[in-house]
């Protein structure tokens, strides 16, 4: 078992207005509202929380 950080950062970058690149074991994200990025932080922690329980 494992995190896919493309998949995890793609779906958190959505949240900021942006995109990313990468790999499953590795990838960056960005986007230009940086008034969510708290809620992107707070969704990749769920996402975490849910793959590891």
Request: hydrophobic share 40%; no cysteine; net charge negative.
């Amino acid at each position: 078992m494992g995190v896919n950080a493309g998949a995890m950062v793609r779906e958190m970058s959505k949240l900021v207005g942006g995109g990313e690149g990468g790999k499953p074991g590795i990838a960056q994200g960005g986007g230009t509202d940086v008034t969510k990025i708290e809620e992107a932080l707070e969704r990749g922690v769920e996402l975490i929380r849910t793959l590891i329980t």
